[in-house]
């Protein structure tokens, strides 16, 4: 795993949603949207309850995710960012990381999530191997 390019590191700091790709256990793409971060060079998911993809994960550790970039490149096509790895899941952590998100993707003072004492719940914790798609990031 190398480290992120800081043009990576900048983009998601801004808060895109990603499109995130984990595999059934016949094989078939499961796709589901997720607020997303970083820590040291892993991206992060919180979850506050044992989903599909996390199931996913446990039985098969490769994972996609896909951004929508801003913009369009000099022909006139989207940017995007695709990042592909692998994934572990550890348990506990999910409030904090998603209240530290939701200051992103909902605003500085929300509170997420919005319940009291809330569950310890999981984080996808991404490895990432490839970075492509259409952007300053596939330099």
Same mark, same amino acid.
């Given at each position: 795993?190398?480290?992120?390019?800081? @043009?990576? *590191? !900048?983009?998601?700091? /801004?808060?895109? #949603?990603?499109?995130?790709?984990?595999?059934?256990?016949?094989?078939?793409?499961? +796709?589901?949207?997720?607020? +997303?971060?970083?820590?040291?060079?892993? #991206? +992060? #998911?919180?979850?506050?309850?044992?989903?599909?993809?996390?199931?996913? %994960?446990?039985?098969?550790?490769?994972? !996609?995710?896909?951004?929508? !970039?801003?913009?369009?490149?000099?022909?006139? %096509?989207?940017?995007?960012?695709?990042?592909?790895? *692998?994934?572990?899941?550890?348990?506990?952590?999910?409030?904090?990381? %998603?209240?530290?998100?939701?200051? /992103?993707?909902?605003?500085?003072?929300?509170?997420?999530?919005?319940?009291?004492? $809330? $569950? $310890?719940?999981?984080?996808?914790?991404?490895?990432?191997?490839?970075? @492509?798609?259409?952007? $300053?990031? /596939?330099?």
């Amino acid at each position: 795993m190398a480290a992120l390019p800081a @043009s990576v *590191r !900048a983009f998601l700091a /801004t808060g895109p #949603i990603a499109h995130v790709v984990t595999l059934n256990r016949d094989g078939d793409p499961d +796709v589901s949207v997720a607020w +997303v971060g970083i820590e040291d060079d892993e #991206i +992060v #998911i919180g979850t506050m309850s044992d989903q599909r993809k996390l199931r996913n %994960l446990r039985a098969d550790p490769r994972i !996609a995710m896909s951004f929508q !970039a801003p913009g369009r490149d000099d022909y006139g %096509l989207d940017r995007y960012l695709v990042l592909r790895g *692998r994934a572990r899941v550890t348990e506990g952590g999910a409030a904090e990381l %998603l209240q530290h998100l939701a200051r /992103t993707y909902l605003g500085p003072e929300v509170v997420f999530p919005g319940m009291p004492n $809330p $569950p $310890p719940g999981f984080i996808i914790r991404m490895a990432v191997d490839k970075v @492509s798609g259409n952007g $300053p990031w /596939t330099g």
